[in-house]
């Protein structure tokens, strides 16, 4: 199945001189400047764009989104520095080879990364999924044995212990995540404020330090035909931190056809929920890494309210004109619906 498609006209960029410089940067990876690119269309933020060599070789470049980014947020040098290191004990990350950090070559720093083939699972399964029970089901257990998987990776063995500061790891998210809402806030959304000072009042006991992925969901996700991940994406966010911040994460995309936040995350996207209940996510979580999940419920919370911050800074480059994707047109309503989920559950 084709997964790139010509590069929308607003995200273009001079491909005679990003074609140059990885020739000349690379000349193992890139052997002449005869490069053609398209783009993965999926996502909702970074760019991600497919370079192919004559000799049929493929690689990946991904840099920050157009216009203005939040601070802190679309790391192109973070997510570089772990994919360069992180694939020598955890394989489901791609690996990074180069970074350039000057925006003068494609408007913005980039990286160039090992091209990965299977199937991104958005808004339907893949065609070979579609009738297949089974698929689905080793889908999503294969999706919460990576983030297993991933928590038990030791950072010091991969060179990342320096990735973050865990003591004091969730309190820095609260008070970063609401600087952001702040910052990025199109309209007043009380659910918000109230949010914040709910997971301000009740931090959870610190239990250790993992490397997080910091965004661990179904599409930053690509899987095979045997219903296996075969790659990790999107780890502008990863850092070290307490592990249940990602599985917290990962609970609050598993819509299930009840919850508040299906129409968001189920009614346009595949909702995994109805493949694996989360209280299978939960016990299959805490039997392989012995966490201690009695306060999954904050950590869900705390996901509702980042995601929802994060939405929001989308539909604002959308709103500021930043970006003509009409995709993010229909942004506006998720931010006070997500808010309205994590108030439920914090509360």
């Known amino acids: 199945m084709k997964d790139t498609a010509p ?3 607003d995200e273009r ?39 192919r060599c004559a000799d049929g070789e493929e690689w990946v470049l991904r840099r920050a989104p157009l216009g203005e980014v939040a601070r802190g947020s679309h790391d192109m040098a973070r997510e570089y520095k772990v994919l360069s290191r992180l694939w020598r004990a955890f394989p ?6 180069h970074y350039c950090d000057d925006p003068e070559v494609m408007g913005k720093p980039f990286f160039v990364m090992e091209r990965r083939h299977g199937s991104v699972v958005r808004s339907k399964w893949p065609v070979e999924y579609i009738d297949d029970s089974d698929l689905k089901r080793a889908a999503a257990e294969s999706l919460v044995d990576a983030l297993c998987d991933l928590h038990t990776v030791d950072p010091e063995a991969v060179d990342l212990a320096d990735l973050g500061r865990p003591e004091g790891f969730v309190e820095r998210q609260i008070e970063g ?5 702040d910052a990025a806030a199109t309209r007043p959304v009380p659910d918000m404020d109230a949010c914040a000072s709910l997971l301000r009042a009740d931090v959870p006991v610190h239990q250790r330090a993992a490397i997080l992925h910091n965004d661990f969901k179904l599409d930053n996700t690509m899987v095979g035909a045997d219903g296996e ?5 999107d780890w502008d966010m990863a850092t070290l931190g307490d592990p249940l911040v990602d599985i917290g ?17 189920g009614a346009n996207a595949v909702a995994i929920g109805e ?14 890494t012995g966490s201690d999940v009695s306060d999954l419920s904050y950590f869900e919370g705390l996901a509702l309210f980042r ?31 997500l808010a309205a989920a994590a108030h439920d559950l914090l509360a």
């Open 7 to 9: 590069i929308r006209v």
């Open 13 to 51: 960029f001079d491909e005679p001189r990003v074609a140059r410089y990885l020739h000349a940067a690379l000349p193992v990876l890139f052997p002449s400047q005869d490069v053609a690119f398209d783009q993965f269309p999926g996502g909702a933020a970074n760019l991600t764009y497919r370079a």
């Open 92 to 97: 489901l990350a791609p690996r990074a080879h």
């Open 177 to 181: 995540w609401a600087a952001r809402w």
């Open 229 to 233: 991940l075969v790659a990790v994406f």
């Open 249 to 265: 994460t990962l609970l609050a995309y598993w819509a299930e056809p009840d919850d508040p936040t299906y129409l968001v995350f």
């Open 275 to 288: 493949v694996m209940p989360k209280v299978e996510v939960r016990e299959r979580y805490a039997d392989r």
């Open 307 to 337: 995601i929802a911050v994060i939405i929001e800074q989308i539909y604002a480059r959308y709103v500021a004109g930043q970006t003509a994707d009409e995709r993010f047109a229909t942004f506006e309503p998720l931010a006070p619906l």
